[in-house]
């Protein structure tokens, strides 16, 4: 997979991108990720990439020009048509199942906006589909960008090393649910590690069974309760 990001501060973006698993996955050849900044594309002599609203109001908007460049330009670098992701609180909200879509393309331009949003016209005219990351506002798209990067490279095989990671977890379909071609979403059991007692808090007996198919029962049991009291929502609940 190749992800591209356009933004204005790259700078801000490359330290995350080249740590943890990210960095790895990068490192091994499980994803290209290439950031770009938008002003390079700008035509203005002072490489402007934001003017004032027209009908007026606050803040300034970021221009068509430096976008529709950057887009085209970096579109052509590499054969594979891109699926054009534009960051704002207007758009669709990401999830686990969104992110496993996006995770199944084989390339991804995540453009990042900053100031007080984009020219209308970059949403019909680079024929974008819109994410949000959640119901708040951010003052850029980079820690948008990063959070898609993050979610879809991780599910790369490879990338955390172990498959079975990426599906046991928190939002992904449990295995039991997946064999009945249920479509559930859960959240994930609790884990534990050493030591067996903690400021007299104690691991459930049951881990420390070795008893492999009841362990496997009680994390499934663990993890509906919690999903039933947490997040009823994710069971079609309220
Ligand atoms: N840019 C500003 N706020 C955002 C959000 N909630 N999601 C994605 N991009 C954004």
Redesign the pocket.
Known sequence: MRIDILTLFPEACEPFLSASILGRARQAGHVTIVCHNIRDYSTDPHKKVDDRPFGGGPGMVMMCQPIFDAVETVEKIDSTPARRLL???Q?RKLDQRFVEDLARSPRLMLIA?HYEGFDDRVRDGLAVEE????D???S??EA?AMVIADAVVRLMPGALGHDESAVEESFSVPASARDAGEQAVCLEYPQYTRPREFRGMAVPDILLSGDHARIRAWRAEQAMKRTQDRRPDLLGGS
Do not use: E, H, R
Request: charged share 0%; aromatic share 6%; with cysteine.
């Open positions: 960051l704002c609180p758009g906006g994410v949000s990351i959640g708040y506002v951010l850029g798209g948008a």
